[in-house]
Protein backbone atom coordinates (compact mmCIF):
# COMPACT_ATOMS: atom_id res chain seq x y z
CA UNK A 1 0.00 0.00 0.00
CA UNK A 2 0.88 3.22 -0.96
CA UNK A 3 -0.11 7.15 0.66
CA UNK A 4 -0.32 9.23 -1.78
CA UNK A 5 0.91 12.09 -1.69
CA UNK A 6 3.44 12.00 0.67
CA UNK A 7 3.27 14.12 3.78
CA UNK A 8 5.01 17.71 3.65
CA UNK A 9 8.57 17.46 4.91
CA UNK A 10 10.81 18.14 6.97
CA UNK A 11 8.98 19.15 10.07
CA UNK A 12 5.64 18.66 8.46
CA UNK A 13 3.34 17.01 10.40
CA UNK A 14 3.94 13.32 10.82
CA UNK A 15 1.29 10.59 9.97
CA UNK A 16 -0.09 8.05 12.77
CA UNK A 17 -2.10 5.36 11.96
CA UNK A 18 -4.30 3.92 14.76
CA UNK A 19 -6.09 0.19 15.33
CA UNK A 20 -6.60 -2.59 17.43
CA UNK A 21 -5.18 -5.52 16.10
CA UNK A 22 -1.96 -7.33 14.60
CA UNK A 23 -2.40 -6.69 11.15
CA UNK A 24 -3.06 -2.66 11.96
CA UNK A 25 -0.11 -2.65 14.18
CA UNK A 26 2.32 -4.24 11.63
CA UNK A 27 1.19 -1.91 8.93
CA UNK A 28 1.47 1.12 10.67
CA UNK A 29 5.30 0.10 11.29
CA UNK A 30 5.67 -0.21 7.77
CA UNK A 31 4.06 2.97 6.26
CA UNK A 32 3.24 5.42 8.54
CA UNK A 33 5.85 7.69 11.36
CA UNK A 34 4.28 6.19 14.39
CA UNK A 35 0.82 4.72 15.68
CA UNK A 36 -1.54 5.12 18.32
CA UNK A 37 -3.28 1.32 19.46
CA UNK A 38 -7.06 1.67 20.45
CA UNK A 39 -5.81 -0.84 23.49
CA UNK A 40 -3.06 -1.15 24.24
CA UNK A 41 -2.38 -4.93 24.27
CA UNK A 42 -1.14 -4.78 20.17
CA UNK A 43 1.83 -2.31 20.68
CA UNK A 44 4.35 -5.18 21.44
CA UNK A 45 3.57 -5.79 17.32
CA UNK A 46 4.03 -2.90 16.69
CA UNK A 47 7.17 -2.86 18.46
CA UNK A 48 8.14 -6.00 17.04
CA UNK A 49 7.63 -5.09 13.42
CA UNK A 50 9.72 -1.98 14.20
CA UNK A 51 12.53 -3.90 15.54
CA UNK A 52 12.30 -6.32 12.06
CA UNK A 53 12.18 -3.15 9.93
CA UNK A 54 15.87 -2.31 11.62
CA UNK A 55 14.33 1.07 13.48
CA UNK A 56 14.66 2.26 16.88
CA UNK A 57 12.41 0.56 19.43
CA UNK A 58 9.77 2.75 20.39
CA UNK A 59 10.07 1.79 23.69
CA UNK A 60 6.75 1.17 25.87
CA UNK A 61 3.05 1.67 24.36
CA UNK A 62 2.28 5.23 25.48
CA UNK A 63 -1.46 4.70 26.58
CA UNK A 64 -3.69 2.89 29.04
CA UNK A 65 -6.87 1.38 29.05
CA UNK A 66 -9.35 2.79 26.41
CA UNK A 67 -10.81 6.12 27.72
CA UNK A 68 -12.93 8.58 26.33
CA UNK A 69 -13.36 11.84 28.08
CA UNK A 70 -15.29 14.48 27.74
CA UNK A 71 -15.36 17.60 29.70
CA UNK A 72 -17.86 19.87 30.87
CA UNK A 73 -18.28 22.46 34.03
CA UNK A 74 -20.51 20.53 36.06
CA UNK A 75 -19.29 16.80 35.37
CA UNK A 76 -22.77 15.54 36.50
CA UNK A 77 -25.11 17.16 34.77
CA UNK A 78 -22.46 16.47 31.40
CA UNK A 79 -22.90 12.50 32.23
CA UNK A 80 -26.92 12.84 32.51
CA UNK A 81 -26.49 14.98 28.83
CA UNK A 82 -24.12 12.60 27.10
CA UNK A 83 -24.00 9.34 29.00
CA UNK A 84 -27.12 8.24 26.33
CA UNK A 85 -24.82 8.77 23.38
CA UNK A 86 -22.13 6.71 25.26
CA UNK A 87 -23.63 3.87 25.65
CA UNK A 88 -25.02 3.51 22.35
CA UNK A 89 -21.55 3.79 21.07
CA UNK A 90 -20.18 1.11 23.57
CA UNK A 91 -22.98 -1.26 22.47
CA UNK A 92 -23.15 -1.01 18.61
CA UNK A 93 -19.29 -1.24 18.92
CA UNK A 94 -19.63 -3.96 21.70
CA UNK A 95 -22.08 -6.05 19.53
CA UNK A 96 -19.75 -5.74 16.60
CA UNK A 97 -16.90 -6.84 18.16
CA UNK A 98 -18.11 -9.61 19.75
CA UNK A 99 -19.36 -11.09 16.51
CA UNK A 100 -15.36 -10.72 15.43
CA UNK A 101 -14.11 -11.94 18.60
CA UNK A 102 -11.62 -8.92 17.96
CA UNK A 103 -9.70 -7.58 20.85
CA UNK A 104 -10.88 -4.43 21.05
CA UNK A 105 -11.99 -1.76 24.51
CA UNK A 106 -16.32 -1.90 23.62
CA UNK A 107 -18.26 -4.05 25.95
CA UNK A 108 -21.89 -4.00 26.21
CA UNK A 109 -23.33 -2.75 29.00
CA UNK A 110 -27.36 -3.09 30.30
CA UNK A 111 -27.69 0.84 31.28
CA UNK A 112 -26.71 4.59 32.09
CA UNK A 113 -26.04 2.92 35.70
CA UNK A 114 -23.94 0.20 34.42
CA UNK A 115 -21.98 2.26 32.06
CA UNK A 116 -21.26 4.90 34.97
CA UNK A 117 -19.59 2.29 37.15
CA UNK A 118 -16.78 1.53 34.48
CA UNK A 119 -14.12 4.02 33.55
CA UNK A 120 -14.41 3.46 30.12
CA UNK A 121 -16.48 7.23 29.74
CA UNK A 122 -15.87 9.95 31.91
CA UNK A 123 -16.76 13.22 32.15
CA UNK A 124 -14.57 15.92 34.14
CA UNK A 125 -14.29 19.75 35.14
CA UNK A 126 -11.28 21.22 33.50
CA UNK A 127 -9.37 21.41 36.42
CA UNK A 128 -9.56 17.98 37.22
CA UNK A 129 -8.74 16.78 33.60
CA UNK A 130 -5.66 18.82 33.76
CA UNK A 131 -4.44 17.56 37.24
CA UNK A 132 -4.92 14.49 36.43
CA UNK A 133 -2.89 14.69 32.53
CA UNK A 134 -0.11 16.43 35.01
CA UNK A 135 0.40 13.66 36.99
CA UNK A 136 1.21 11.21 33.91
CA UNK A 137 4.61 11.14 32.10
CA UNK A 138 2.84 10.94 28.73
CA UNK A 139 -0.43 13.00 28.92
CA UNK A 140 -2.84 10.89 26.55
CA UNK A 141 -6.32 10.86 26.04
CA UNK A 142 -8.90 10.01 23.45
CA UNK A 143 -11.42 12.77 22.50
CA UNK A 144 -14.13 11.88 20.69
CA UNK A 145 -16.76 14.54 20.60
CA UNK A 146 -19.08 13.10 18.48
CA UNK A 147 -19.56 9.81 20.30
CA UNK A 148 -22.28 8.17 19.44
CA UNK A 149 -23.98 10.45 17.37
CA UNK A 150 -23.62 13.34 19.84
CA UNK A 151 -25.34 16.92 19.24
CA UNK A 152 -22.96 19.35 17.70
CA UNK A 153 -23.32 22.00 20.40
CA UNK A 154 -22.62 19.13 23.21
CA UNK A 155 -19.73 18.27 21.47
CA UNK A 156 -18.29 21.84 20.96
CA UNK A 157 -18.86 22.85 24.76
CA UNK A 158 -16.13 19.97 25.48
CA UNK A 159 -14.06 21.02 23.36
CA UNK A 160 -14.09 24.70 23.91
CA UNK A 161 -13.36 24.11 27.55
CA UNK A 162 -10.56 21.85 26.43
CA UNK A 163 -9.20 24.62 24.44
CA UNK A 164 -9.81 27.74 26.88
CA UNK A 165 -9.01 25.87 29.94
CA UNK A 166 -6.89 22.62 29.56
CA UNK A 167 -4.75 23.57 26.35
CA UNK A 168 -3.33 26.52 27.72
CA UNK A 169 -1.24 25.03 30.75
CA UNK A 170 0.38 22.70 27.44
CA UNK A 171 1.41 25.39 25.52
Known sequence: MRVTPAPYRPGGPA?????????????????A?????????????YRDEVGKLGRPDPGPSPIGPNQV???????????????????HETNAYGEWQAQDDVAAPFRTAEG???????????VL???????????????????????????????????RLFEREVLPAFG
Open 33 to 45: DGFVPSVPEVWEY
Open 112 to 122: LAELRCGDQYR
Open 69 to 87: VALAEDPDEGWERMAPFFL
Open 15 to 31: VLLGGSSEPAARRAARI
Open 125 to 159: APERFLTELKAVPTPFRQFHPLCGGMPMDLAWSSL
